[in-house]
């Protein structure tokens, strides 16, 4: 039977003694292929009346089962007369639609062999999803703005939901006129499959057949694809996450940035060689090299005794040009450092993320879902990094500025914010530049539900009248938080410092740290230097009496 589903085979007419056993093995067939179909007819033939092997009652048992309720058209076809050589058949589905008794047996038609006709002449598959007349269509979700918003005030909003994903649900239900009733599982959020075939969360009840319907930002996870029906579509998302903004430098490097490292390395060669140079031309004197070098390259005066020759006067002539130079261009890079405030190295791609081994995460694994089959070494690395925490916890970290939050942004430009992150937090965070990955949301069904092809329909005329934008900004405007979504969108354009203010203490701090440093190791050479002193002094006097 699989090898027939798999070749494209859709419709099943079967005529077997046990017509249990095949709805059961076609069940299990339907989740272990590939192939998808949401129109599949099944018609089954009673066995014969001359064996005397079943009643009429015990053919329409089969409309009872859990796994033929799954299937809208299914047609019994049995014997009920046999007079010489004419007999009657009664055609017979289960009801499928309305609120309640949805597999109560519903008598089509009667056919006649020796009329050749039927009695009624109805279709005998009627039901082709476009009235439900109320059926009840049990929907998985749980609240994850804009998506999916639950428990609002019924006065206000029908039904106490709203959400973009719940508008699609709703308005499907209005298009073929059916119910909605939402299973919750606020818990596990969008949950998991285990490999014994249970679940829990958003696709744990779909999957387990307890929700006819998944929503709220499911993506097409490659997993739940295997064992599950996706839609068309709903909403493109991008996943990136927001990361704690540079601070201000601290002030005690501040003499040090006029310069980069490159510059600095390169200042300090050009100190070796002058010395070098000086050395030589001293005729390989090393009598106070250092301290003149040092002082020319700092613009500082010498006294005239030093210039003995033409060698050391050259010498020193190229040190004072090359000292003024980088004397000149040291100070106007120091003036700029204290009129521009200087700020840490942002964190905007997934490679920053992974170089600072710093932490990203949300309330579920389902944010890395997407990511977890990529072989790169880059996109490894950043799994690694990704923590799982309540969002107690959460709201905790981001006051400590200690991780990176996931969000998505969203195609009318809004951002599905997590609750954790509040107005007061979100001033300390900066939007990155890189985005993770990029999905598509989908509504996630059994595999072949008959509701599949009706949805995806009603999804592209939402896409092509542009609903699906109008309704994201409408929800967002009503239920975000529209200073966190401003404070995020602006967030690369902020600065730890946005007014001017006079030159204080706390900018020359890092100067007098350094200024006070080499005043310490001086006087600690200069001990040490009277400690050499006095013993040297006493060494010679110990020579000289014993001489």
Not at 93 to 105: M, R
Not at 348 to 366: F, L, P
């Amino acid at each position: 039977m699989l090898n027939a589903s798999e070749a494209g085979c859709s419709d099943y007419i079967v005529h077997i003694k046990e017509p249990k056993e095949f709805f059961v093995a076609f069940d299990k067939v339907l989740h272990s292929g590939n192939i998808r179909r949401s129109d599949r007819k099944v018609i089954i033939l009673s066995p014969c009346v001359g064996d005397k092997n079943i009643t009429s009652y015990d053919s329409v048992e089969v409309l009872s089962m859990r796994e033929t309720a799954f299937i809208p058209n299914v047609l019994l076809i049995v014997l009920t007369e046999e007079e010489s050589d004419c007999k009657s058949y009664d055609l017979i589905t289960h009801k499928f639609v309305g609120p309640v008794d949805n597999k109560k047996p519903i008598l089509l038609d009667r056919w006649n062999s020796c009329r050749n006709a039927f009695e009624n002449n109805v279709n005998l598959f009627p039901h082709d999803m476009s009235n439900l007349q109320g059926k009840i269509v049990k929907v998985a979700a749980f609240t994850y703005k804009p998506y999916v918003l639950l428990d609002l005030d019924d006065e206000l909003v029908p039904f106490g939901r709203d959400g973009v994903e719940v508008r699609v649900v709703d308005e499907f239900c209005r298009w073929i006129n059916c119910t909605v009733e939402i299973v919750r599982d606020d818990e596990h959020e969008w949950g998991e499959i285990y490999d014994n075939f249970t679940g829990v969360g958003v696709i744990g009840n779909v999957f387990e057949d307890r929700a006819d319907l998944g929503i709220t930002a499911l993506y097409s996870w490659f997993e739940e694809y295997v064992v599950m029906d996706f839609s068309a579509p709903v909403i493109r998302t991008a996943i990136t996450c927001i990361a704690p903004s540079p601070s201000l430098l601290a002030s005690w490097e501040m003499p040090l940035l006029p310069f980069n490292v490159y510059m600095w390395i390169a200042i300090f060669f050009t100190f070796v060689y002058a010395s070098v140079a000086l050395i030589i031309a001293k005729g390989f004197s090393t009598d106070e090299v250092l301290l003149t070098t040092f002082g020319i390259m700092l613009t500082q005066s010498r006294p005239e005794r030093g210039f003995i020759s033409w060698r050391i006067r050259s010498v020193m002539g190229w040190m004072m040009m090359t000292g003024l130079v980088i004397d000149n261009a040291y100070g106007g890079g120091l003036a700029s450092t204290f009129t521009v405030p200087k700020y840490e190295k942002s964190v905007d791609t997934i490679q920053d993320i992974v170089d600072r081994r710093m932490e990203w995460g949300a309330t579920h694994d389902a944010w890395i879902f997407s990511l977890m089959l990529s072989q790169e070494p880059l996109i490894k690395q950043l799994l690694s990094c990704f923590r799982t925490y309540p969002a107690e916890e959460l709201m905790q970290k981001s006051f400590e500025k200690s991780m990176a939050f996931s969000i998505e942004k969203l195609p009318a430009g809004y951002f599905a914010i997590g609750e954790y992150i509040t107005k007061e937090a979100s001033l300390d965070y900066t939007i990155m530049l890189d985005k993770f990955y990029y999905e598509q949301c989908v509504v996630m069904m059994r595999k072949s539900s008959p509701y599949t092809d009706k949805i995806n329909v009603l999804i592209g005329r939402l896409h092509e009248s542009g609903l699906m934008l109008s309704w994201e900004t409408q929800v967002a405007l009503r239920y975000l938080d529209f200073k966190v979504q401003l404070e995020v969108k602006l967030s690369r354009s902020k600065r730890d410092v946005e007014n001017v203010e006079p030159l204080g203490f706390t900018h020359v701090l890092g100067i007098f740290c350094l200024y006070g440093l080499g005043v310490i190791m001086s006087v600690i050479v200069f001990i040490l230097e009277i400690i050499v002193h006095r013993k040297y002094k006493k060494t010679s006097l110990n020579h000289e009496h014993v001489s």
